[in-house]
């Protein structure tokens, strides 16, 4: 069954999902009824599980086609599925628990999987990764970690992904300009693209401007041995952040960037905003997986590698996850699906590389040995180059996180607009970042 169209209003309201899910009498000092090991089947009883996700048409028809094989196999089991793009797609999932409708096996993000989690929402997995009747075995070891939250595996990562640098190829064919090169440091990288934008006759910026953008100050912050978080605490100093807002309005001084409000639009990290696309960048940073849809959105040939400065700050990341419902009715079917769609070869052939790179090495090597379009060549390309780099998998954000994230993205637009100055903005972060985090 198809999904009625999104909620009006996007973005994650926490609050909403948080009270109404933690208001369940399921969640309400533990669970009521079987336990995992106590699920009882009769030998012919259907086995419903219902499914939710976000995403566009392609990922609901390729999703959908693995959750058909496995009901082929077995037949006994059938999947009620629901999906939806992200807009909405967490306000959905309240309504569907203050309805008494929670779906057993769902999709999310690292934004709130440490608050799920901690609020016992999550379903504890661990006892099927112990004796592999979840097996992962097969994932990258830093990737399997980062479903892991409290010691726990509560998420099963439904593919893997990357921050990556999507520059505009044709466009630098153009103007002449030789295309940005892996490794290269973020000195170089910002150079670089106050050469593009030079070459257009300031027409087209350089680079987009990533101040607000936490994942390229992850990465930055550990090319300098230091983390986005340390337990729920900040892991950087104000000294740090300082440096890389000032590091971007030197930047933005010269010329690399766009105007505030361009930059602006494309904060919201929606792919048919990003400034490579619209034509107002010849650079913009992506998520790997979001490659194939950047693509779409443009006539102009993009092309993508790893972002600046050293690749042992990357980590295998999750691009989403597959986690269960803490009171589901069939945790043991739940384990068992996810088990499925990460490791069966069938389908992961089916699920392709729309999510991203399949999680399952094993898997992983027959599906991208099938790749044969451009977009999804760059993508297999991007995570082999990256595979032996990269570093050290740190815990999943912690609760507070989507907060931190908006924080985050206010002060580098503050510093943008001239309304505050770097020093005060940071300051102001700092403060208000730690009593979310401290929440």
């Known amino acids: 069954m198809r999904a009625p169209q999104p909620a009006p209003r996007p973005g994650v309201d926490r609050r909403r999902l948080l009270g109404a899910l933690t208001g369940l009498p399921l969640l309400g000092g533990g669970l009521a009824g079987c336990g995992p090991e106590e699920e009882i089947r009769t030998p012919d009883e259907p086995l419903d599980l219902s499914v939710f996700w976000w995403g566009g048409n392609r990922r609901a028809d390729a999703t959908e086609k693995a959750l058909r094989l496995y009901s082929q196999q077995n037949p006994r089991v059938r999947f009620k599925v629901t999906w939806q793009s992200l807009g909405g797609y967490y306000d959905r999932l309240a309504t569907q628990a203050t309805g008494g409708n929670v779906p057993d096996l769902f999709q999310i993000d690292d934004t709130l999987l440490t608050e799920y989690a901690q609020r016992e929402i999550l379903l504890d997995l661990s006892p099927y990764v112990t004796d592999n009747r979840l097996d992962l ?5 830093p990737l399997a970690r980062y479903g892991q939250v409290d010691e726990r595996t509560v998420a099963v990562p439904a593919a893997q992904t990357n921050v990556a640098l999507v520059y505009n190829r044709d466009l630098l064919r153009r103007l002449r300009v030789p295309e940005p090169q892996a490794g290269m440091s973020w000195r170089d990288y910002t150079r670089w693209a106050v050469r593009v934008t030079r ?29 986005f978080y340390q337990g729920r605490q900040l892991g950087f100093s104000s000294a740090e952040l300082l440096d890389w807002f000032e590091f971007w309005e030197v930047a933005r001084f010269d010329g690399a960037t766009p105007s505030a409000s361009l930059i602006e639009l494309a904060d919201t990290g929606e792919p048919a905003r990003q400034l490579v696309v619209t034509g107002h960048t010849a650079a913009s940073f992506a998520w790997s997986h979001q490659f194939a849809e950047l ?21 295998p990341r ?71 780099l990269m570093g050290p998998a740190p815990a999943p954000p912690p609760r ?30 700092m403060a208000q970042a730690n009593a979310a985090l401290a929440a």
């Open 400 to 429: 507070g996180h989507a907060r931190v994230r908006a924080l985050l993205i206010a002060a580098a637009e503050s510093i943008r607009s001239k309304q505050a100055g770097a020093r005060s903005a940071t300051s102001k972060f």
């Open 137 to 141: 075995r097969g994932l990258p070891q």
């Open 295 to 315: 693509q779409r959105e443009t006539d102009e040939e993009l092309a993508m590698i790893a972002l600046p400065g050293t690749p042992a700050a990357q980590w």
């Open 318 to 388: 999750a691009s989403m996850y597959w986690a269960g419902f803490r009171g589901t009715r069939r945790p043991a079917l739940v384990a068992e699906v996810i088990n499925f769609l990460t490791n069966n070869v069938a389908a992961g052939r089916i699920l392709g590389i729309e999510r991203g790179l399949n999680p399952s090495l094993s898997v992983r090597r027959f599906v991208t040995d099938a790749v044969t379009d451009r977009p999804g060549k760059e993508l297999v390309a991007l995570g082999a180059g990256l595979a032996d």
């Open 199 to 227: 070459a257009s006759g300031r027409r087209v910026a350089g680079t987009m401007d990533p101040s607000g953008d936490y994942r390229a100050l992850w990465l930055w912050l550990r090319a300098q041995g230091s983390e």
